[in-house]
């Protein structure tokens, strides 16, 4: 498993584009085998694609839906950067509020 398969296999969505610029932002490389040793760098990354997946706008066409449950996000991200002492990058969860599309 590389790096970037890691990061992927944590995420509920395909993030790809996104997994390539965190990688490069945190000078890691994605091709690399991944192993023990480098496991608290890919838990740092993955939470940076949480947060950022947190605050991408949901997305509807015809029959197509993609949202995601921020507020979960939010809370994974927290943890890991909380475990990692990146106590700056904590996001205040605040209650979600969502208004439905009436008929």
Do not use: R, W
Not at 22 to 45: P, V
Not at 67 to 73: A, P, Q, V
Request: aromatic share 6%; charged share 25%.
């Amino acid at each position: 498993m590389t790096n970037k398969e890691a990061i992927q296999s944590s995420l509920p969505v395909d993030a790809s584009d996104l997994i390539d610029k965190l990688l490069i932002d945190q000078s890691i490389t994605g091709s690399d085998t991944y192993t023990a040793s480098n496991k608290d760098s890919i838990e740092i990354a993955t939470a940076y694609c949480l947060k950022a997946l947190a605050f991408t706008n949901n997305f509807k066409e015809g029959g197509l839906a993609i949202s995601f449950n921020t507020g979960e996000l939010i809370k994974q991200a927290n943890l890991i950067f909380k475990k990692h002492n990146l106590t700056t990058e904590v996001v205040e969860e605040k209650a979600q509020i969502k208004f439905d599309q009436l008929p």
